[in-house]
């Protein structure tokens, strides 16, 4: 356990349908990433916020996608209109300064 | 594209060789991680080296750091079954320290 979580592990939904996940990060850690990651390859970047900041996000992170981290907490990634292709571990890591990253579990989605 | 790209993707060795994974990347970068990933469980952070240092150790490992050539090798020695795993190289840069994974070597480590 690195103290990072995220809930849900698990998410089935239907295609189409909005879903958000949570993640809490070691709570001194005043950065906090989020990426995807696909069986067999790395994570790949989302997005990435500095306290309530959000500093960096890929061109990946469609307008379908959208994270929130209010007060510089947990933070909410949400994926509305899911698509197949959106099936993936979403994982998120939280850091002190430009050090190593501490990553929670993942949430695990399938979209039918 | 990526920034970081593992080299070999996939490797297997005996108990108690070494092994050998390289990491290439494309811009300047702040430091350089390396992560393991045992299947289906989260990354651990092994070992990280900042952009002025050449060489850095931790234990078994190793981590070389290349900045003319854009490349860095993680070593782990005398390896043992455990060590069946995927490793990923991680590099930061600036300016807002974004983290950009390789496709990571997946190493089989045979008893």
């Known amino acids: 356990d690195t103290g990072v979580s995220q809930d849900p592990r698990h998410k089935i939904t239907k295609r189409g349908q909005n879903v958000t996940f949570r993640c809490d990060p070691i709570s001194e850690h005043n950065r906090l990433y989020w990426y995807r990651q696909t069986l067999g390859q790395g994570p790949e970047f989302l997005t990435y916020?500095?306290?309530?900041?959000?500093?960096?996000k890929s061109r990946l992170l469609s307008d379908r996608f959208s994270a929130e981290r209010p007060k510089g907490s947990f933070s909410t990634l949400e994926i509305q209109r899911t698509e197949q292709g959106d099936s993936a571990m979403y994982l998120c890591?939280?850091?002190?300064?430009?050090?190593?990253?501490?990553f929670g579990p993942g949430t695990r989605l399938t979209v039918l | 594209s990526q920034q970081g790209e593992e080299d070999p993707q996939a490797l297997s060795i005996q108990e108690g060789e070494n092994a050998t994974m390289n990491c290439s990347y494309k811009t300047s970068i702040n430091n350089l991680q390396w992560y393991r990933q045992n299947s289906g469980r989260g990354l651990v952070h092994l070992i990280l080296i900042r952009s002025n240092e050449r060489e850095k150790h931790s234990g078994r490992l190793r981590v070389t750091l290349d900045t003319s050539k854009k490349s860095s090798s993680l070593l782990i020695t005398a390896s043992r079954a455990a060590d069946t795993a995927s490793y990923f190289c991680a590099t930061v840069f600036t300016p807002y320290d974004k983290v950009i994974f390789g496709p990571g070597t997946s190493l089989s480590v045979i008893p």
């Open positions: 890591a939280s850091s002190l300064k430009v050090t190593e990253q501490f």
């Open positions: 916020f500095q306290n309530e900041a959000q500093l960096e």
